[in-house]
């Protein structure tokens, strides 16, 4: 039987290799730019020690900007978003409490948590990443478009990836 910590790092390894062999070289338009490796982030545990969750986001996003090329976009992006996540989760916890074993799947969680939660954390990360890329607040409208414009379709392929997953535990 895998450990936990070996279903993480195989879901890490396979969405870094969907990421920069696959998503990296597919042109949509400037405007859709699906980021589909922070699924791996928005699945880890979520009573994970904070620390940890920081560190490891920072790991990830450093290994998306080395392939991409993006001097610490990525990172800062990633970094962000695991900083808010103990806000957004508290947002939008179910009554009550969350179970201590409790993973943000569809499974155990709901679509509608799923798209709610995944839909904020993609906001928040999409937002900084292409703020950072654009390095100016000049085309304020053109980079706010395609943060929302990239994030639906980041959010989409978040959600079939785990319809599949889901699909594949049955």
């Given at each position: ?50 620390s940890l ?68 954390m993609v ?48």
């Amino acid at each position: 039987m895998i450990s936990e910590w070996g279903k993480n790092i195989a879901r890490f390894i396979v969405f870094m290799l969907i990421q920069v062999l696959i998503l990296k070289h597919i042109d949509l338009s400037r405007f859709i730019n699906p980021f589909l490796y922070i699924i791996f982030l928005l699945m880890l545990p979520i009573r994970m020690d904070k620390s940890l969750f920081l560190f490891i986001a920072f790991a990830t996003g450093l290994t998306i900007d080395m392939f991409y090329n993006t001097m610490g976009y990525n990172a800062a992006a990633c970094v962000f978003m695991a900083y808010c996540r103990p806000r957004v989760l508290r947002f939008y916890a179910p009554k009550g409490e969350y179970d201590t074993s409790a993973k943000p799947t569809i499974q155990s969680m709901g679509l509608s948590w799923i798209l709610s939660y995944a839909g904020t954390m993609v906001f928040l990360h999409h937002l900084v990443l292409f703020f950072l890329e654009a390095l100016s607040f000049s085309s304020f409208f053109t980079t706010f478009a395609i943060v929302i414009v990239s994030s639906i379709s980041t959010v989409g392929l978040i959600v079939l990836s785990q319809l599949i997953m889901q699909r594949r535990r049955t």
